[in-house]
């Protein structure tokens, strides 16, 4: 028995001009989130990590976004960058710029971030980007979406109307460069990573596993599900900022049948 | 206008300087030297910038020439370098007569070594940085490893720069090459002496054990109390699937207590993680900017330059340190990098 998604989904897979999310919420730019929930802890002898959360999604990852933009704008001296990931920012600093006799520079960094953490964390406007990024599901594209599909008792259409429903919110970019993580995907398609890693992925594969989504910007070894590929590049030297997408952009995926990819297909530097 | 002239590559040759920080948030490796002493050193043997574009010579190195008198400057590696029938001398400034060429014959010791030129190379940065991302090809020289006939950007000589009496001895002497004194300190510090003796290895290591001391990591404690002490006992070998993006290591499997649900987070320079099969892998300078694995613990900054220069072969013990020790020894390392600037610009004055 396939069970049949719920009407909203397919319905907005049907209009490909998606209404503004329901998942957004709502932000009060007067109120400061005071940062109780953290944890920061030394990475080695030139790195520290703000722990936000244990888990990837929307909200920690909202959070991880506003404590990058304070950091990056009130810690000045010693810090080499600032980057965040799921559910931690990488504060990546330079000990020698800290001075001595007053004991380890993890700790008078950990010190001075505990302080503007302390003060409370302006919450970050929504970015206001809706991104439509086109993708042929399926086939040679997609080669694990019947696959997917049959893991989760849903049709390979099903899928495909579930995954191009509802915007995935990028939350960080790492493995290559301009490289995409989004999510949360939808629940129904909750997958593992496959058994057995393919030693090549091609660029532009739309991948799943674990509640999100990614993008293979380059041709590499993978071990998450393909259920389709983007025409788009998403990474370019020469632009500023070289990815295409952005922290905190809404990805919404529009499929698109081979013709069109083909038409929209972009070279990749 | 002067360049370098390549007429043997070497294996692999790639521009480093001090990294592409600033653009990981976009997904982008921050690359680099391996070996941050001998590449820092070599520039501070020159005078030149903090993070100046030098040469990285993996294992096999170049035969090169410049089209104007060049000052220049070899650390790390050993190779037996020739100019004419002599040894290039490491460890100071060299000015070399234009159109000689400078010949890396037989390697030595170690892995990498380091060509710093005065100025250092002048190839268009990429994202703020000269350092080359062989994978994404881009940055250092056309993204690549330096090949056959490459003519490679170099400053060419100013005025008022420092060497003049190295240049005057040039002029006079005719010979193809003359050098600075030596500069004392280019030596990486000691290590403490070792007990007790290590286990013995439960793998066979062809080459020689070298030490490497680490901070443990955030999941140290998840991992068992056997695999805590066979990463603190047992040798660990350097695997031939080793290479400037990670150290692959083999030696006693290292298993967690239970199984870990892990979210990437960020991986520096030195982060040893354990993927399922247990065998640890240290992250080194072409790493990815996160990762998911365990991390049982990081090696400490000041003795990553030494894991640069060890080869597949070799085996490895991890020593712990605490976090204060780790971050006095690195200090430790820059004051000695100070000392060797300010001993280089006396030795050129």
New interface residues.
């Given amino acids: 028995m396939t069970k049949i998604p719920p009407p909203a989904a397919s319905a907005a897979a049907s209009a490909f001009a998606v209404p503004a999310p329901q998942d957004s919420p709502q932000v009060d730019f007067d109120r400061k989130t005071s940062m109780t929930s953290h944890q920061i802890?030394?990475?080695?002898?030139?790195?520290l990590?703000v722990r936000l959360g244990?888990?990837?999604g929307i909200e920690t990852s909202r959070t991880v976004h506003a404590v990058?933009a304070l950091l990056q704008k009130k810690l000045t001296t010693g810090i080499?960058?600032?980057?965040?990931?799921?559910?931690?920012v990488?504060v990546?600093y330079q000990?020698?710029a800290f001075p001595?006799g007053r004991g380890?520079?993890?700790r008078q960094l950990a010190k001075q971030i505990e302080t503007l953490l302390a003060r409370g964390v302006e919450p970050l406007a929504d970015s206001g980007r809706l991104v439509e990024i086109p993708a042929c599901y399926g086939g040679e594209f997609g080669p694990d979406l019947d696959d997917v599909a049959r893991q989760v008792d849903l049709s390979p259409e099903e899928v495909v109307a579930i995954h191009a429903s509802l915007p995935l919110t990028v939350y960080?970019?790492?493995?290559?460069?301009?490289?995409p993580f989004a999510g949360p995907v939808d629940p129904r398609l909750q997958v593992p990573r496959r058994k057995s890693p393919r030693t090549l992925v091609p660029a532009g594969s739309v991948a799943i596993a674990n509640g999100i989504t990614s993008i293979y910007?380059?041709a590499s070894p993978g071990g998450w599900n393909l259920i389709a590929r983007t025409p788009w590049n998403l990474?370019d030297?020469h632009a500023s900022?070289?990815?295409r997408l952005q922290?905190a952009d809404r990805l919404v995926f529009k499929p698109v049948d081979e013709a069109q990819f083909a038409a929209l297909l972009e070279p990749r530097? | 206008m002067n360049r370098m002239l390549v007429r043997q590559p070497g294996m692999f040759s790639l521009l480093q300087d001090s990294g592409r920080h600033g653009s990981q948030q976009y997904g982008v490796p921050v690359n680099g030297p391996m070996d941050e002493w001998s590449a820092r050193l070599a520039n501070a043997l020159l005078g030149n910038e903090e993070g100046a574009a030098v040469l990285e010579i993996t294992l096999t190195g170049p035969s090169v020439s410049f089209e104007q008198d060049m000052m220049i400057a070899v650390c790390g590696a050993r190779f037996d370098i020739r100019v004419g029938d002599r040894p290039l001398p490491y460890d100071r400034a060299v000015l070399l007569r234009k159109r000689t060429p400078l010949v890396f014959g037989e390697r030595q010791d170690g892995a990498r070594a380091y060509l710093a030129v005065r100025g250092g190379f002048a190839t268009d940065a990429v994202l703020g940085s000269r350092s080359t991302n062989v994978r994404g090809a881009f940055g250092g020289f056309q993204g690549r490893a330096l090949q056959r006939t490459d003519a490679v950007p170099v400053p060419a000589r100013r005025r008022g720069e420092a060497g003049l009496a190295l240049a005057r001895q040039l002029v006079q002497s005719g010979l193809p090459m003359v050098s600075a004194p030596a500069v004392p300190g280019c030596a990486l510090p000691p290590l403490p002496p070792l007990s007790p003796a290590p286990a013995p290895s439960t793998t066979p290591a062809t080459g020689k054990t070298g030490r490497v001391r680490f901070i443990p990591g955030p999941q140290w404690a998840r991992f068992s109390s056997a695999a805590q002490a066979d990463f603190t006992s047992r040798p660990y070998v350097i695997s031939n699937q080793s290479d400037r993006m990670g150290y692959r290591l083999e030696g006693p499997a290292l298993a967690l207590r239970e199984a870990l649900e892990m979210v990437s987070e960020a991986t520096p320079f030195g982060t040893v993680q354990v993927p399922p099969d247990g065998q640890p892998i240290v992250l080194m300078a072409d790493r990815q900017s996160a990762g998911g694995y365990p991390k049982i613990g990081y090696v400490i900054s000041a003795d990553l330059p030494r894991l640069a220069q060890a080869l597949p072969g070799e085996s490895l013990l991890f020593l712990p340190v605490t976090q204060e020790q780790a971050e006095a020894l690195w200090l430790e390392f820059e004051d000695r990098l100070r000392q060797a600037r300010q001993a280089a610009a006396a030795a050129l004055a």
């Fill in positions: 802890e030394a990475v080695g002898d030139r790195c990590l244990d888990k990837a990058v080499v960058e600032i980057v965040p990931a799921f559910t931690t990488a990546h000990p020698l001595r380890p520079a993890s960080a970019f790492f493995f290559s460069p301009g490289n910007q380059s990474f030297i900022p070289p990815t922290l530097p």
